[in-house]
């Protein structure tokens, strides 16, 4: 009887190895190479390095990663990107990046490694990735030459993508008998009662900064009021009504703000919510892991999240990060395998809990997900209505976004003219649209 | 003939390996600079695939409002700066020139400010600054007075104070260095001539001082026109233009409005106004050293 099941065991263990070499994995040819990314330091990618260990477990291939504050990042990737021979197998790329790396023919289209049967899994489901993020932050050369549409194609998946929700203290409104803002109106009525019904407390918390702060702040109301930075020709409409009311609200949420706000950086508006100061936070979904972290914050446990509220339409911001394959990538394959698996079902899963933001609609409605991050659902709801075009991805943005931004501030803290504010943004945006060559078909 | 010739270069040999790493390691990337500031140079780009452009980059900082704001802010601080630290530091010298018990200990401290990273710096006075948890405005609470927007309303100012903390130690080490190595004998025979105390400072000390001021000035003008770090944390030139320095306008359009060609020819503007700057220094040194000498002489004649 022992002979038996010992003949038994041998001749399994002999098909086992024997189908094996058959039927090499998909990652056998790669076992054993060392892949250099390059990741920003950000909340999402210290999740990423707590998961990469199991995918050199599960895949044999080594990842050495370079971690780098986002600006920082930015610029050694432009250094990087073109060499000859770079040192990155996968980069991951802030938003406004794609415009110029896809410009300069940086960046592999994906086209040919989601073709390549030995290297895309069939279960990989794309239509499951969050659509707004994908268009966002994957696609070029379709729609205003950066959005999705007939001309376009892949050449990031979203990881580490982000999109707007309202965060507000469940205690002070309970307290006051306060409704969860839906719409603007709504909101901005609740911002300014907050000093009267809390002496001290400011409304709603929001980046005022001079330059990009400003800029994606106002940014944040335009999309919801029906406006947009270009109509589709280019044209600067920015200081239409839409854009007057977006700066409007944006100086009633300062001037109701806590103590300073038209200073107020990220980092002193996230700052001002976590230390109580305040009775609302609009930004950025990447925040949810702070706030319920009782070393960061005061108010665990009395956040409550809604979705961005609407104005004309519902636009909530898109933005964060997506991941790339270099074109001077020297393993290259095997980048696309990592990048295939972070952003995988299982991967994204994995990511978000380990405290990261997840990328696919699956992991939002995810029952072990949302009983560990409960605002899960609702910030899943929100990526339904994340609009890819709330701000143009052109290589020419970062000048008119400066410019933006500034001009926002002075509004904010020198009293400058909305209307006047609004229309030199406009001129001075039309100059650079020009030079840069997007009235030549006019 | 020949033998002379050669005798003649021998210097020039020895010269030579030092002149060709100084044209290497010196004058090569400022030429590339001045090279690059006449293209359409954006980063993705090697510089020679960028266009040519002439004197457009020039041209069109000339005419950029922002630019303009720019400069007259950068003008604004580092005069504003390196007045006061001047006053201050030469002031402190020569109250502190003496032989006082723990003065060893007293300069290190004095000292300190200047060995701190900048972006520590930022962060500090950023944080002291904060309008609700900040020290100062904590301080104006606790004594009844209303609290100050400092970052917002007196950005400019609030970055001044910063910068003349950090600095005045560097004027007031060289001050002190300089006063206690001038010579005994002129102050001992203004003293026992009846001269005060001010008119020592104001006739023999700073006259003699002045050499070193005036180098120790440009100094920290020419470092003034270049402070980048602590501006940048703690205000990212705002609110709108209002502290956004040359250094960190060019260090945006490189980055954020990637024009490496624009930022090149703003670095150059820059530069041309700090020669221009060391030239008049040094000029005026020039003239205060002729100024002297002719008095030597004419002193010597009428003996």
Known sequence: MLSITKTLRTAAAASVLIAGHAM??????????TLVVNFPAHPHYDAVRKILPEFTKETGIEVEVDQLPYLKMRERQTLELGQDEGDYDLIAYVV??????????????????????????PSYDADDLIDGYVYNIGFAGGN????QGKTGSLFGIPYGSETSVLGYRKDIFEKHGLEVPETYEQMLDIACKIPELEPGMGGLS???????????????????MGGRVFDDNWNPTVNN????????????????????????????????????????????????????????SKVVGKVGWAMHPMDVRRGSQTGGFGIGIPKNAENKEAAFLLMQWLTSKAGDKLVAMAGGNPSRFSTHNDAEVNAKFPHMATFGEALKHADPDWRPIIPVWGKINADLGTTLSKVLTEDLDIQEALDGVAARAQVVMEEAGYYTWK | MRATNFNRLTPYLFLAPALVIMVLA?????????????????PSQSLGESEFTGLA??????????????????????????????????????????????????RTLFILPMMIAPVVVGLVWRYMYHPTVGVFNRTLKSVGLESVDWLGQHALLSVIIADIWQWTPFIFILSLAALQSL?????????????????????????????????????????????????????????????????LRISRTATEFRELGVAAAMSNYLLILLMLLTLFMLAYNRWQEYRAAKAQRIMEGGV
């Open chain 1, 24 to 33: 090499a994995g998909p990652y056998d040819d790669y076992a054993g190479q």
């Open chain 1, 206 to 224: 929001s980046r005022a900064a001079s330059g990009h702060h400003a800029s994606h702040a106002f940014l944040l109301h335009l999309a919801p």
């Open chain 2, 183 to 247: 010579p005994r004998s002129a102050l001992e025979a203004a003293r026992i001539d009846g001269a005060t105390g001010w008119q020592q400072i104001i006739y023999i000390k700073l006259p003699l001082m002045m050499p070193v001021l005036i180098v120790t000035g440009l100094l920290r003008l020419i470092d003034a026109f270049k402070v980048l770090e602590v501006i940048l944390v703690m205000t990212e030139g705002g609110p709108g233009l209002s502290t956004e320095i040359l250094a």
């Open chain 2, 26 to 42: 010196l004058l090569y990337p400022l030429g590339y600079m001045v090279y690059g500031s006449f293209r359409d140079w954006d």
């Open chain 1, 96 to 121: 406004f990046s794609k415009a110029d790396y896809v410009y300069a023919d940086q960046l592999e289209n994906l086209a040919r490694y989601f073709m390549n049967p030995k290297l895309a899994d």
């Open chain 1, 241 to 296: 009504e839409a854009g007057f009311k977006a700066a409007t609200a944006l100086k009633t949420i300062v001037d109701c703000g806590p103590e300073g706000a038209a200073s107020f950086g990220f980092g002193e508006a996230l700052g001002s919510f976590l230390a109580g100061d305040t009775a609302m936070f609009l930004d950025t979904t990447v925040v949810a892991g702070q706030i319920d972290d009782p070393k960061k």
């Open chain 2, 57 to 106: 980059n020039y041209v069109t900082l000339w005419n950029d409002a922002n630019f303009r704001e720019s400069v007259g802010v950068t003008l604004k601080f580092a005069v504003s700066v390196v007045s006061v630290e001047m006053l201050l530091g030469v002031g402190l010298a020569l109250l502190l020139d003496r032989n006082l018990r723990g003065m060893s200990i007293l």
């Open chain 1, 144 to 147: 205003k030459g950066y959005l």
